[in-house]
T-cell receptor
Framework: AQTVTQSQPEMSVQEAETVTLSCTYD???????LFWYKQPPSRQMILVIR??????QNATENRFSVNFQKAAKSFSLKISDSQLGDAAMYFC????????????FGTGTRLTIIP | DGGITQSPKYLFRKEGQNVTLSCEQN?????MYWYRQDPGQGLRLIYY???????QKGDIAEGYSVSREKKESFPLTVTSAQKNPTAFYLC???????????????FGPGTRLTVL
């Protein structure tokens, strides 16, 4: 079974600075998908970014980018120019290319933005 | 507007009672999912349905039941057999399976269930 580990329960960053959230995963599959979701205080899960494992190029979405290291099974999220609205829980998730499309989530990292 | 709605936002239940959580989507998605979130944990899959009139158990299905009579609706019933039902419940949907592409799951706003 796949597992996802987020080793940083909490992180903080000064407004306008850059922060990197870590995620590692364990799988025996070669084709899969990785996601970062944001959960603000409203508790709705919002997709931040997704990465397809067969693509070597790292995904980017405006101020959000990932560092995908397939051999190391690492999938970190970098947030540039941090804004107060970025404060939230961030969850890393794994999805197999086969089977029921279940998302396997990590335990999350709480990000605080310091004004 | 297209999206996923869940109702109610807050739900209180007495021990021994069944309760049903609603999930509706107008995104024309075939697949729908129910997840449970507990403090300090990520989401865990309860049930999922890839097509109308079909559904499968997820990792923590005991004490829960679902139905999928319409494409737009996937209600979750929390039965009295669920030993620790107090949690935050999230519904999600995605476009159809096909070729193993990475179809993204979109989430509703969630329902907070508290057992009194």
């Amino acid at each position: 079974a796949q597992t996802v580990t987020q080793s940083q329960p909490e992180m903080s960053v000064q407004e306008a600075e850059t922060v990197t959230l870590s995620c590692t995963y364990d799988t025996s599959e070669s084709d899969y998908y990785l996601f970062w979701y944001k959960q603000p205080p409203s508790r709705q899960m919002i997709l931040v970014i997704r990465q397809e494992a067969y693509k070597q190029q790292n995904a980017t979405e405006n101020r959000f980018s990932v560092n995908f290291q397939k051999a190391a099974k690492s999938f970190s999220l970098k947030i540039s120019d941090s804004q107060l609205g970025d404060a939230a829980m961030y969850f890393c998730a794994y999805r197999s290319s086969f089977g029921n499309e279940k998302l396997t989530f990590g335990t999350g990292t709480r990000l605080t933005i310091i004004p | 507007d297209g999206g996923i709605t869940q109702s109610p936002k807050y739900l209180f239940r007495k021990e021994g009672q069944n309760v049903t959580l609603s999930c509706e989507q107008n995104l024309n998605h075939d697949a729908m999912y129910w997840y449970r979130q507990d403090p300090g944990q990520g989401l865990r899959l309860i049930y999922y349905s890839q097509i109308v009139n079909d559904f499968q158990k997820g990792d923590i299905a005991e004490g829960y039941s679902v139905s999928r009579e319409k494409k737009e609706s996937f209600p979750l019933t929390v039965t009295s057999a669920q030993k620790n039902p107090t949690a935050f419940y999230l519904c999600a949907s995605s476009i159809p399976l096909g070729g193993g592409r990475g179809d993204t799951q979109y989430f509703g706003p969630g329902t907070r269930l508290t057992v009194l």
